[in-house]
Structures are given as C-alpha cells and as structure tokens.
C-alpha cells in the first residue's frame, strides 16, 4: 500500500522560511507528477506548486519568486522550501503524487495526511 508522509510544517513569523518534505513509500512501480497543495481554513484545497517526473514546475501565482519545489527521484521524495512567508500562506499543506504501485497498477493520486504551516507574530 502506497503511503506519503509529509513532515516540517510548523509555526514561524513572518518573513521566516521553511522547509515541507514528503516521501512516498510502498509498492510503488512509478511516480508521475507531485505536488503541493494547501487548505486554509473556510477556503478550498489550492494548488501551490507542482513538479513532473522530468522536473517542469508550475507555481501559484501567489507563491511565485517565494517558494520553491523540488523533488529526489531516487528517494521517492518531494519538497517545498518556502521563504519570505506570509501570514496568508497559514494552511494545511498536503503532499500528493500519481503514482503507480503494484497494488494499483494503473496511474492512481495519492494525498498525504497534512502538515500544519501557520505565520504568525
């Protein structure tokens, strides 16, 4: 069973930076496109950034020259370094991939369970 699990979110002030990684991990056969999307509160889930296998990227226009995506093929990994970070950027972050696995043999997205990212002073 595929999993991905996403970790580094916390609380910072503004203007800080931050790191999110997120590994996949299971029977996995291939992995497509990744991504990072995020959830605020009352507000429907976003796309922030995501990245293709041969590493095209595609932001938010709200994190563009801020944020950037980047990903580990060998480790089945994605990340989102974030600087300059706003109080608008306070979300839930979720990680998400397409990925094949032998138990889904087929192109299938898989979503992370969540980190919690909140800029506050």
């Known amino acids: 069973q595929v999993q991905l699990v996403e970790s580094g979110g916390g609380l910072v002030q503004p203007g800080e930076s931050l790191r999110l990684s997120c590994a996949a991990s299971?029977?996995?056969?291939?992995?497509?496109?990744m991504g990072w999307y995020r959830q605020a509160p009352g507000k429907q889930r976003e796309l922030v950034a995501s990245?293709?296998?041969?590493?095209?990227?595609t932001y938010a226009d709200s994190v563009k020259g801020r944020f950037t995506i980047s990903r580990d093929n060998a480790k089945n990994a994605v990340y989102l370094q974030m600087h300059s970070l706003k109080p608008e950027d306070t979300a839930v972050y979720y990680c998400?991939?397409?990925?094949?696995?032998?138990?889904?043999?087929?192109?299938?997205?898989?979503w992370g369970q969540g980190t919690q990212v909140t800029v506050s002073s």
């Open positions: 998400n991939g397409d990925i094949v696995s032998t138990d889904r043999p087929y192109e299938y997205e898989y």
């Open positions: 990245i293709t296998s041969g590493g095209t990227t």
């Open positions: 299971g029977s996995i056969t291939n992995i497509y496109a």
